[in-house]
């Protein structure tokens, strides 16, 4: 059985039990901290592309990837009625406590209820399609849980600045990690000493996403670009 460490940290910050925060790092990447209070941050916290992509919110709304709740928690307070999900039960747990509503454990591929109008999925949505050759399933997956006018609000971040290429370097170029495509990373997290399984997290530059969406009958424009090599797309049937 797969340890929860990200939903163990959250547990700890929501009962006052905060003494360190998570490390993660990459196979490009040095360790780094992920501080815990940012996980419950308020909407005047947020990135700028993830408050547009809150304030686009319309009708009902599915939280995929949850977390400890935050994006759910600011659209309730707007009346929207939103569904939360998350595959760490600790998440789920903490956004419980927090005052999330409607929110169930589990993960995007098993979850099949019901449409919706908007489907968020933030903090590099991306991520969760986990390598290239999923980004299919999963955008057909996701064209399958939107009602025919909705919407799909998703960002991430276009990571070439970190092999040393430029932002404008052509999308085309095509080169690869090791065999892979760029922004295929194996993603590692440890906390109080204790590590989780090693998982597969996909950061996606929008020409690729937006090609990605058009073989599955989706259309795919960016809303907005962030401060560091990030995006927020708006993708629809």
């Known amino acids: 059985m797969e340890k929860d460490i990200f939903g163990k940290a959250l547990l700890d910050f929501q009962s006052g039990q905060y003494s360190e925060d998570i490390i993660t790092w990459t196979n490009i990447s040095d360790k780094d901290k992920l501080?815990?209070?940012?996980?419950?941050?308020?909407?005047?916290?947020?990135?700028?592309?993830?408050?547009?992509?809150?304030?686009?919110?319309e009708g009902s709304a599915l939280d995929v990837g949850c977390g400890s709740?935050?994006?759910?928690?600011?659209?309730?307070?707007?009346?929207?009625?939103?569904?939360?999900?998350?595959?760490?039960k600790g998440a789920v747990e903490v956004a419980k406590r927090r005052g999330?509503?409607?929110?169930?454990?589990?993960?995007?591929?098993?979850?099949s209820e019901k449409q919706f109008d908007t489907i968020l999925l933030l903090?590099?949505?991306?991520?969760?399609?986990?390598?290239?050759?999923?980004?299919?399933t999963y955008l057909k997956h996701l064209k399958s849980l939107l009602k025919p006018n909705g919407q799909?609000?998703?960002?991430?971040?276009?990571i070439k600045y970190m092999y040393g290429f430029e932002e404008e370097v052509e999308v085309e170029i095509g080169f690869e990690n090791n065999g892979r495509y760029y922004g295929e990373l194996d993603y590692y997290?440890?906390?109080?000493n204790e590590e989780a399984t090693p998982m597969k997290w996909l950061y996606l530059d929008f020409g690729t996403l937006k090609l990605a969406c058009k073989t599955v009958g989706l259309?795919?424009?960016?809303?907005?670009?962030?401060?560091?090599?990030?995006?927020?797309a708006k993708i629809s049937i």
Do not use: W
Not at 69 to 88: M, N
Not at 152 to 158: C, G, H, M, R, V
Not at 189 to 192: A, N
């Open 35 to 57: 501080p815990l209070p940012y996980l419950f941050r308020a909407f005047s916290k947020m990135p700028k592309i993830e408050q547009k992509a809150l304030q686009l919110v």
């Open 69 to 88: 709740g935050s994006h759910s928690l600011y659209l309730q307070k707007k009346g929207i009625e939103v569904k939360a999900i998350d595959s760490s």
């Open 100 to 111: 999330v509503i409607n929110i169930e454990c589990i993960s995007l591929l098993s979850y």
């Open 123 to 136: 903090m590099n949505g991306t991520g969760i399609f986990q390598e290239m050759q999923q980004v299919t």
């Open 152 to 158: 799909i609000l998703i960002d991430s971040s276009d």
């Open 189 to 192: 997290l440890s906390y109080k």
């Open 219 to 232: 259309q795919c424009k960016k809303v907005e670009d962030g401060e560091h090599y990030d995006y927020l």
